[in-house]
């Protein structure tokens, strides 16, 4: 199970990685969760990742008050908005729109409530 749980985190390190190339897929969200299963099963890859020069600080400031960084709330907000218009442009339907504008407002508000990081 612990092999497992790793190889796991990894996927989810490999996933935050082609997010810094693919701007709709998050990045800080995936390195969050390696550190939270590396927590439980390798103390020494999660020191690796929560010291990380680049990648340690959005997890830090997530661990200590739940923040997120300003410049990844105006890019997620951003991202989120241009992905409901293009969206809209396709026009699938009301009722798809209406859903999708329910669950992206709802990502919209867990974002902006958070703290600042």
Same mark, same amino acid.
């Given at each position: ?16 990685? @082609?997010? @810094? ?5 998050? %990045? ?15 103390? /020494? ?25 300003? /410049? ?22 009301? !009722?798809?729109? %209406?859903?999708?504008?329910?669950? !992206? ?8 409530? /958070?703290? %600042?990081?």
């Amino acid at each position: 199970m612990r092999s497992l749980m790793i190889a796991l985190a990894w996927a989810s390190i490999a996933l935050g990685i @082609v997010g @810094v190339v693919l701007p709709l897929l998050p %990045t800080t969200p995936f390195f969050i969760l390696s550190a939270a299963i590396f927590a439980r099963t390798s103390p /020494r890859f999660e020191r690796w990742l929560v010291s990380h020069p680049t990648l340690g600080g959005p997890i830090r400031a997530w661990r200590e008050r739940q923040a997120i960084p300003l /410049r990844a709330k105006c890019v997620a907000i951003t991202t989120m908005a241009s992905s409901f218009l293009f969206l809209c442009w396709l026009a699938p339907g009301a !009722v798809t729109l %209406t859903i999708v504008a329910a669950l !992206v407002s709802l990502c919209a508000a867990f974002i902006i409530t /958070r703290p %600042t990081a």
